[in-house]
């Protein structure tokens, strides 16, 4: 009866110190970029501006990852490896793109590959080759050079907007084609705008999907349910010393982002998808460069 009780013990106490070591110490930050910019913002839509870097920052911000030794590692060898323990994930960070803009093509790509680095690109498939936007054959460029090329659905809608048919067509459509067209399998989604549902989660697992890519602001541990992955968008107004409290893992940053993002996230509800995403358009827009 001792000794049994003496285990149980043993085991919480093991448990509490594995969660303790799993909160403080093994956290990924999953950074998120959506356009990359030479100084020149001709071709970017005013409300787009706010999601525009300059280089020079982006490069700034993959030397610091550099410099102190993060691990920039994939979505997929993040949810292969993370439970239990993976001593090989110390100070992991992974890199995605949204949108499939094409100066992810033209100026992500030579930058991240001065380092050697890979990242995730979630490309919406029914805007591949159009203006603005990565071609078929970039594609196939950038999965050569060991990019991931995963889904950002056929057509940007906001999942939790539309009805659960068109839900399945822009999840199943677009990990089908990129499947096909690239001949790799797609295992991850991320969500237009980050809008969610526990029916979109479903689908994405049913469909085949491991992992959705959230915009939900946070740090993922080894317990995180990987259909609601957390990111940090990384906007062009984020100074040096932010992002880099931010990967540090910063609980006071994380308080901050977290608590306007609560306020953000009413204010949808209140207003609804539309109404908010105009109000935010507007004021985006009166941003200056
Ligand atoms: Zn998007």
């Not at 993060?70 to 793109?97: D, H, M, N, R, W």
């Not at 603005?132 to 460029?141: D, G, H, T």
């Not at 259909?227 to 990967?247: E, G, H, P």
């Not at 993002?261 to 105009?278: F, V």
Request: hydrophobic share 35%; proline share 3%; with cysteine.
């Amino acid at each position: 009866m001792i000794s049994n009780f003496s285990k149980l013990f043993r085991r919480l106490y093991k448990q509490f110190f594995i969660m303790l070591l799993n909160k403080k110490k093994l956290y990924l930050s999953i950074l998120n970029y959506h356009i990359l910019h030479n100084d020149q913002l001709s071709g970017i839509a005013k409300d787009e501006i706010i999601y525009a870097n300059k280089l020079q920052d982006f490069q700034r911000q993959i030397k610091y990852i550099s410099d102190n030794q993060y691990q920039v590692i994939s979505l997929e060898e993040y949810v292969k490896g993370k439970l239990p323990f993976a001593p090989t994930l110390s100070k992991p960070v992974i890199i995605t793109f949204d949108d499939g803009h094409a100066s992810q093509y033209v100026i992500g790509m030579p930058a991240l590959q001065e380092y050697g680095y890979s990242a995730t690109f979630f490309v919406t498939v029914g805007k591949i080759g159009t203006e603005n936007y990565i071609s078929w054959q970039q594609l196939r460029q950038m999965r050569d050079d060991g990019m991931a090329i995963m889904s950002h659905t056929m057509t940007h809608a906001f999942l939790s907007d539309i009805p659960v048919a068109q839900v399945r067509w822009e999840l199943q459509e677009s990990k089908k084609i990129l499947e096909q067209e690239l001949g790799k399998p797609v295992d991850f989604l991320s969500l237009p705008g980050g809008r969610c549902s526990r029916i979109v989660k479903e689908i994405a697992k049913e469909v085949g999907y491991k992992g959705i890519c959230t915009s939900i602001i946070g740090y993922n541990y080894p317990d995180t349910d990987p259909y609601s992955l957390r990111r940090w968008t990384i906007t062009k107004n984020m100074s040096f010393s932010t992002f880099q409290a931010i990967v540090e893992g910063k609980k006071s940053t994380l308080a901050y982002y977290k608590s306007r993002q609560i306020i953000l996230n009413g204010m949808k509800r209140i207003m609804g998808n539309e109404l908010y995403a105009n109000i935010h358009k507007e004021i985006t827009s009166g941003l200056k460069s």
